[in-house]
T-cell receptor, first 116, second 112 residues
Framework: DAGVIQSPRHEVTEMGQEVTLRCKPI?????LFWYRQTMMRGLELLIY????????DSGMPEDRFSAKMPNASFSTLKIQPSEPRDSAVYFC??????????????FGPGTRLTVL | AQSVTQLGSHVSVSEGALVLLRCNYS??????LFWYVQYPNQGLQLLLK??????LVKGINGFEAEFKKSETSFHLTKPSAHMSDAAEYFC??????????FGGGTRVLVKP
């Protein structure tokens, strides 16, 4: 298996632009997570899907952020409009766990976002 | 609510010396605990996990961690550091709902 795939690996954009990050989870995994990593705040869980349904989006910073999972093999995290403080590394992770059964989360390589 | 504290954001060890990374947690329910490693420009990789079986957990690359309920700790150790161990290490707790809460991370530097 290729593991969790994220694209793009690097994104540089200007303030106010829309940014879309993409994730393909490991085949057969039914849970998907979006994390953000910054020097100031460390690793933060943004949103968690199980069977394509958002279970917990309490970590989504504000309305500028939205995430979708239209099917089991694809998810997007969108920021519109982007701001310099959104600059971070965004990780996608997947697992075969459920809200009641823990399983290892496998992380993608991340997308490094820079908003100028 | 659960939380994780990693003592020391940076640790420097000599090659061949003991690696000790400290992690303390708080949780209102019996926790599942994890150590992840992050190499430069990569995602996180699971080193080991505690899920209420044996209190001493062995992981990959020669690492192990001991769960001590009385101390609410889950410290990570490796008897002999290797240059390839230079990375950032994260302790995480999962108490419910398959959600992980991460500590702030400890960056390990290995000196030759």
């Amino acid at each position: 298996d290729a593991g969790v795939i994220q694209s793009p690996r690097h994104e540089v954009t200007e303030m106010g632009q829309e940014v879309t990050l993409r994730c393909k989870p490991i085949s057969g995994h039914n849970s998907l997570f979006w994390y953000r990593q910054t020097m100031m705040r460390g690793l933060e869980l943004l949103i968690y899907f199980n069977n394509n349904v958002p279970i917990d989006d309490s970590g989504m910073p504000e309305d500028r952020f939205s995430a979708k999972m239209p099917n089991a093999s694809f998810s997007t995290l969108k920021i519109q409009p982007s701001e310099p403080r959104d600059s971070a590394v965004y990780f996608c992770a997947s697992s075969s766990g459920t809200p009641f059964l823990l399983n290892e989360q496998f992380f993608g390589p991340g997308t490094r976002l820079t908003v100028l | 609510a659960q939380s994780v504290t990693q003592l020391g954001s940076h640790v420097s060890v000599s090659e061949g010396a003991l690696v000790l990374l400290r992690c303390n947690y708080s949780s209102s329910v019996p926790p599942y605990l994890f150590w992840y490693v992050q190499y430069p420009n990569q995602g996180l990789q699971l080193l080991l996990k505690y899920t209420s079986a044996a209190t001493l957990v062995k992981g990959i690359n020669g690492f192990e961690a001991e769960f001590k309920k009385s101390e609410t700790s889950f410290h990570l150790t490796k008897p002999s550091a290797h240059m390839s161990d230079a990375a950032e290490y994260f302790c995480a707790v999962e108490a419910a709902g398959n959600k992980l809460t991460f500590g702030g991370g400890t960056r390990v530097l290995v000196k030759p």
